[in-house]
């Protein structure tokens, strides 16, 4: 088990360890390489979150009337959660209803206007057509030598205003209807917009789940963008934790991890789920998201949305590996040394997996080998 203590703990344990040792150089003169279980883990750390949580922002101004749920209720999908009011609001959706239905109302009224306009069209056609006759019939008489060019240039005249006039009366007419008509829409449409805008004053759950927070209080003031609630999974939970840079190469999807929280006395279990591809240049640290396996109904319970979590992610387990206490071994770049008893020269040796305290060697020694301290040069 990775987990004795917190992280924090043991590090400090291994200094000390680390002191002891220093401190007993004469009297332990020697140590043998021996065979353990050890694992290679990363250190992470961050909270607990249920999964498919959300955390709901309100889309208008105004007060809180009612609150219909309480924190840690279980909610369906469409279950009221609060409801918020707004005079002002409340004001605008009259006036504009208003606004619509005398917009029906003076639609129904212009439609005498509509029909004037639409005899004037009509008797302009039918000057357009009797010119137009008059003017070809003319035209054809000139051509036989039959009427005067004087003749032919009135007709010609009265045909041309008679054909600008019915394009007038024409365009008045689809412009009077286009207008009537967007007129009567656009206030619909507005008093529509208006009423659909209430019903982000009525909030409702958009998921199944549990209710973790609820931010206002009744009678309080919320703004845009003001946090309403949080709701999430009821049992199904997930870890974000954050790991150094330099380790995030380390870490694989489907990598077992260890999780522990100061208020939750049992251990966690999860498996590595999604690594982000990004790095927080604040903390230079890389979110690793874990998928938790919780199956007891009692330890659901003590996890709050939210809680802080110490994490290991396991990079390697060795059952059975050949190690030594890590003061006992001294690197230089990629190589490793130890300093066997009564040798003058050091002997280089493969390391494999290492945690705070141990280095597995992979090959150079066996237990048979006695180690002293390397020189500090």
């Not at 469409?78 to 619509?100: D, F, G, H, R, Y």
């Amino acid at each position: 088990m990775i987990f004795k203590t917190l992280y924090q703990k043991i590090l400090r344990f291994s200094v000390l360890v680390f002191l002891l040792f220093t401190a007993c150089q004469t009297k332990q003169t020697s140590v043998q390489p021996h065979y353990r279980k050890i694992i290679e883990a990363v250190y992470a750390s961050g909270k607990i979150y249920p999964k498919n949580r959300q955390v709901v922002a309100s889309k208008v101004v105004g007060y809180v009337t009612n609150i219909f749920v309480k924190v840690g209720q279980e909610v369906d999908i469409n279950t009221p959660i609060l409801q918020i009011a707004n005079k002002t609001n409340e004001k605008n959706i009259q006036i504009s209803e208003n606004t619509a239905k005398l917009a029906q109302k003076n639609a129904r009224l212009d439609q005498a206007t509509l029909q004037a306009l639409r005899n004037d069209v009509e008797n302009a056609r039918i000057k357009l057509q009797n010119d137009s006759v008059n003017y070809f019939r003319l035209l054809n008489l000139y051509q036989q030598n039959a009427t005067t060019a004087n003749q032919l240039d009135q007709a010609k005249t009265q045909y041309e205003i008679a054909k600008r006039n019915y394009e007038k009366a024409q365009n008045l007419l689809n412009s009077s209807r286009e207008d009537l008509e967007n007129r009567s829409l656009n206030a619909l449409l507005s008093w529509q917009a208006l009423v659909a805008n209430q019903e982000d004053f009525n909030i409702k759950a958009e998921q199944k789940g549990k209710i973790y927070n609820i931010f206002p209080k009744k009678g309080e003031l919320v703004f845009q963008n003001a946090l309403l609630y949080e709701i999430g999974d009821v049992q199904n939970f997930e870890a974000e934790v954050m790991v150094d840079e330099d380790d995030i190469y380390k870490i694989q999807l489907g990598q077992a991890v260890l999780l522990k929280a100061d208020a939750i006395p049992q251990f966690l279990n999860g498996t590595v789920k999604e690594i982000y591809p990004t790095v927080s240049t604040a903390s230079k640290t890389v979110k690793v998201l874990v998928d938790l396996n919780i199956n007891s109904s009692e330890l659901l319970n003590k996890i709050l949305s939210g809680i802080s979590v110490e994490a290991n992610i396991i990079i390697k387990n060795v059952e059975k590996a050949l190690v030594i206490p890590k003061i006992y071994l001294k690197k230089e770049g990629d190589k490793a040394y130890v300093q066997l008893k009564n040798q003058p020269r050091r002997k280089e040796v493969k390391i494999g997996v290492e945690d705070l305290e141990f280095v597995q060697i992979v090959s150079g020694l066996s237990e048979q080998d006695e180690l002293v301290l390397p020189d500090k040069r």
